[in-house]
């Protein structure tokens, strides 16, 4: 089945400074990637996905980027600011249905 | 509109006691998943469901665990009896559903403490 590895777990950042998250994902029939944000106590929330049959989605602050033949994707966030600090997970769902998610990177952003 | 609704959101109970969370779907959504997730842990899915059909329990325990979702809306899990390792935020989530992925849309999860 689908194993989705993610990396670092823990990563700290000065404010205004770029923040990357990268994963890893065993299953090539994987089409489907979504990133979730989730604050201390609350709901995970989806803040970019990306599908297979594009290399990079970008939504204002927030990048994502695909490579299918190394089978690994990552986010990118930009300026970052003291409010995205929470924990980041990527997920990828083969076939559309069993999203498998990676164990989470905290991100602390330092005023 | 209404997003995924949960309850209760925090659950107190002894070992060997059994619980039930309840969980209602954005209206719309045919498939409907209950994860579990640990401390410092992504989300474990433990049972997903298209329409009242349970489509994927293979991580489900069912020795103590059991789902229902009758008519295809709202779902409850239970556990009976339960253990200090089910100590855990358990998250409902729904999605449009097929033909393809679509984004799961979180509940606000049951924080369960197993005492």
């Known amino acids: 089945g689908e194993n989705v590895e993610q990396h670092p777990s823990t990563l700290s950042v000065q404010e205004g400074d770029s923040a990357v998250i990268k994963c890893t994902y065993s299953?090539?029939?994987?089409?489907?990637f979504p990133w979730y944000k989730q604050e201390l106590g609350k709901r995970p929330q989806l803040i970019i996905d990306?599908?297979?049959?594009?290399g990079e989605k970008k939504d204002q602050r927030i990048a994502v980027t695909l490579n299918k033949t190394a089978k690994h994707f990552s986010l990118h966030i930009t300026e970052t600011q003291p409010e995205d600090s929470a924990v980041y997970f990527c997920?990828?769902?083969?076939?559309?249905?069993?999203?498998?998610f990676g164990a989470g990177t905290r991100l602390f952003v330092k005023a | 509109e209404a997003g995924v609704v949960q309850s209760p959101r925090y659950k107190i109970i002894e070992k060997k006691q059994p619980v039930a969370f309840w969980c209602n779907p954005i209206?719309?959504?045919?498939?409907l998943y209950w994860y579990r997730q640990n401390l410092g842990q992504g989300p474990e899915l433990l049972i997903r469901?298209?329409?009242?059909?349970?489509?994927?329990d293979s991580q489900l325990p069912k020795d103590r665990f059991s789902a229902e979702r009758l008519k295809g809306v709202d779902s409850t899990l239970k556990i009976q009896p339960a253990e200090l390792g089910d100590s855990a935020v358990y998250l409902c989530?729904?999605?449009?559903?097929?033909?393809?992925?679509?984004?799961?849309?979180f509940g606000p999860g049951t924080r369960l403490t197993v005492l």
């Open positions: 989530a729904s999605s449009l559903g097929q033909p393809r992925a679509d984004t799961q849309y």
């Open positions: 299953d090539s029939a994987s089409n489907y």
């Open positions: 997920a990828a769902s083969p076939g559309g249905f069993k999203t498998i």
């Open positions: 990306i599908r297979s049959n594009v």
């Open positions: 209206s719309g959504h045919n498939t």
């Open positions: 469901y298209e329409n009242e059909e349970a489509v994927d």
